[in-house]
């Protein structure tokens, strides 16, 4: 039995899409900007594409940037929110949890001169919220926090980081941007731009059962972002380059998908992984849940550490099953431990065996129930090797 377990890393596109965009490439393949019969038939397709989205987040057609995917957006709204406010101020707010996209952009501002303060999280992962509040000065110019954090699931309290900066510019008189990674959770739950009170907001389509390599980024309309790439024009002047249209189209039906039959999606996804976590609480002692629990946390996302395990080995057991699951964050494979983990205070030991599940639609209760057995045999496995070789060496 296949079993994807994978899905915060990369969805499986879905098939309609793959047909839509095979027919752009193949048929309907027109530069948008071509006056002729065929540019015009690509257009309406970037036009459909770009309304399925904006409805998807329930915002304006007008707000809508596409990009290469969660990366672009975030690098686009912190690089282009300093570009718009360094002369104000210094100050970017973002917390340690972010996803790489967010902490190497701001990383890299330091070093032009940002002052960059990583909030800190409490051992699920949510920011401080009163750190956030005294760190509130007149030189703050942006705050980027993610929605739903990539290996725990913690969903970050936006509407109250919203209230807090609304009060900060009323106190100071000053102009501070919100900017909000919502990659993982994007159709996993109300998208509320409004009551969260932010200014940008990015997603990608390849987790959404959409192509790989195209995102959109929100911006609010009266946002006024200076472009950081220069060319033809394309995206409102915004995003020079001709529009990558198969991904564009793809990523309008995956959202228009994503919007339809959410709260359904979202019932199911909680009931698998409620499925997921008693089957292992159940087949195995000494387990640690990092996720939090409940409505806090995402639907799909489950992160557990097991005791006298090593993750790694774990992940490459159950890859011989035909089961696929991650440590943590696919764009942080390379590098040694996990962030996330450390900045909330995770032992060693069980960031060395902590692992991620993460699910989806296509998911069913007997790929659950296989994956559980499959790994309650991995970790009872591990463990006796790790006991067996520990009485060796002594």
């Known amino acids: 039995m296949f079993v994807y377990l994978d899905n915060s890393s990369t969805t499986r596109q879905h098939d309609c899409v793959t047909d839509l965009m095979v027919k752009m490439m193949r048929e309907d393949f027109g530069n948008?900007?071509?006056?002729?019969?065929?540019?015009?038939?690509?257009?309406?397709?970037?036009?459909?594409?770009?309304?399925?989205?904006?409805?998807?987040?329930?915002?304006?057609?007008?707000?809508?940037?596409?990009?290469?995917?969660?990366?672009?957006?975030?690098n686009t709204a912190v690089f282009g929110a300093w570009e718009a406010g360094k002369r104000a101020g210094k100050k970017i707010l973002t917390s340690a949890v972010e996803h790489p996209a967010v902490l190497e952009a701001c990383r890299r501002l330091e070093r032009l001169g940002a002052q960059v303060v990583y909030l800190g999280v409490d051992r699920e992962g949510r920011i401080d919220l009163q750190q956030l509040k005294d760190e509130l000065t007149e030189d703050v110019i942006l705050i980027t926090v993610m929605h739903v954090n990539n290996e725990l699931g913690t969903v970050q309290?936006?509407?109250?980081?919203?209230?807090?900066?609304?009060?900060?510019?009323?106190?100071?008189?000053?102009?501070?941007?919100?900017?909000?990674?919502?990659?993982?959770?994007?159709g996993k739950g109300p998208v509320e731009t409004d009551r969260w009170g932010v200014d940008m907001l990015s997603v990608s389509g390849h987790k959404i059962h959409g192509p790989k390599g195209i995102g959109a980024l929100y911006i609010r309309s009266g946002v006024h972002m200076p472009s950081l790439v220069w060319g033809g024009g394309q995206e409102k002047g915004f995003r020079s380059g001709t529009e990558n249209m198969p991904a564009i189209a793809g990523l309008g039906l995956a959202a228009e998908i994503t919007a339809e039959g959410r709260e359904e999606r979202i019932a199911r996804l909680r009931e698998?992984?409620?499925?997921?976590?008693?089957?292992?609480?159940?087949?195995?002692?000494?387990?640690r849940v990092n996720s939090p629990l409940g409505e806090d946390c995402s639907p799909s996302i489950l992160n557990v550490s097991f005791s006298g395990c090593r993750g790694e080995v774990l992940l490459h057991m159950l890859e011989q099953k035909d089961i696929y699951v991650s440590t943590?964050?696919?764009?942080?494979?390379?590098?040694?431990?996990?962030?996330?983990?450390?900045?909330?205070r995770?032992?060693?030991?069980?960031?060395?065996?902590?692992?991620?599940?993460s699910l989806s639609e296509y998911n069913t209760e007997e790929q659950i129930d296989f994956a559980v057995k499959e790994l309650a045999a991995a970790v009872e496995s591990q463990r006796k090797l790790r006991s067996a070789f520990g009485k060796k060496k002594r």
């Open 328 to 344: 943590g964050s696919a764009c942080s494979s390379h590098k040694k431990g996990s962030h996330v983990l450390s900045a909330v």
């Open 32 to 74: 948008p900007s071509s006056l002729h019969r065929m540019g015009v038939t690509a257009e309406k397709a970037l036009k459909s594409a770009r309304k399925q989205t904006a409805l998807s987040l329930g915002v304006g057609e007008n707000e809508i940037y596409f990009t290469s995917g969660g990366t672009e957006g975030d």
């Open 272 to 287: 698998l992984k409620a499925r997921l976590l008693s089957g292992i609480e159940d087949s195995l002692p000494d387990v």
């Open 157 to 186: 309290p936006l509407e109250e980081i919203g209230k807090l900066k609304r009060e900060a510019e009323k106190r100071w008189g000053t102009r501070i941007l919100f900017h909000t990674d919502a990659v993982q959770s994007y």
């Open 346 to 357: 995770l032992p060693d030991e069980a960031i060395e065996g902590a692992v991620r599940f």
